[in-house]
Each structure stands twice: as structure tokens, then as C-alpha cells.
């Protein structure tokens, strides 16, 4: 222990790295996907003006049904989740 600074005195002036629970990880995960969903909801909800400007015209991109079909299920699983967070505190 020559080369440590350890004073074995006070062991809890030992700064020792949380090791994060499984429970822990789980929620960190849960709260990165929640965000990134957020994120895509976001970002595709702004392209949904210009393709119904688009249907004004007559045009339907291929695309479209399954965008919205997308921003209903991120928009569920977005208000799932913030429905069980605000259930367990």
C-alpha cells in the first residue's frame, strides 16, 4: 500500500465508485430510449405539414401512411412510459 494514499484511519475518506444495480441500469436505459423516442416523434411530427400540403395537391408520398402509422406507435410508447414514471414516484 506504499504507493496508494489510503488513510486507513478514516476508510471513508475512500472515494469508491457506485456500482449502478441491475434495477438502476434498467431505468437509465429506460429514460435514454424514452428521450430518443421523444426525439424521433419529434422530428418526424414537423415533416407531417409539408406532406399534407402535398395531399392538398393530390400527391400522397409513398411513405406517409407508414409515418403516421410510426408517430402513433412512438407517440404510445412515449406516453406509456411517462404515465409509469409519474406512477412510481
Do not use: F, W, Y
Not at 45 to 69: N, R, S, Y
Amino acid at each position: 500500500m506504499a504507493g496508494q494514499n489510503v488513510n486507513i484511519k478514516h476508510p471513508e475518506d475512500i472515494d469508491v465508485q457506485h456500482q449502478p444495480t441491475v434495477d438502476e441500469m434498467r431505468d437509465r436505459a429506460g429514460r435514454i430510449q424514452l428521450q430518443k423516442d421523444a426525439k424521433e416523434l419529434g422530428e418526424l411530427c414537423a415533416t407531417i405539414p409539408g406532406d399534407m400540403d402535398a395531399v392538398k395537391q393530390g400527391l400522397l408520398a409513398k411513405d406517409v401512411l407508414e409515418k403516421l402509422k410510426h408517430v402513433e406507435k412512438l407517440s404510445k410508447r412515449v406516453r406509456e412510459e411517462l404515465v409509469s414514471a409519474t406512477a412510481t414516484k
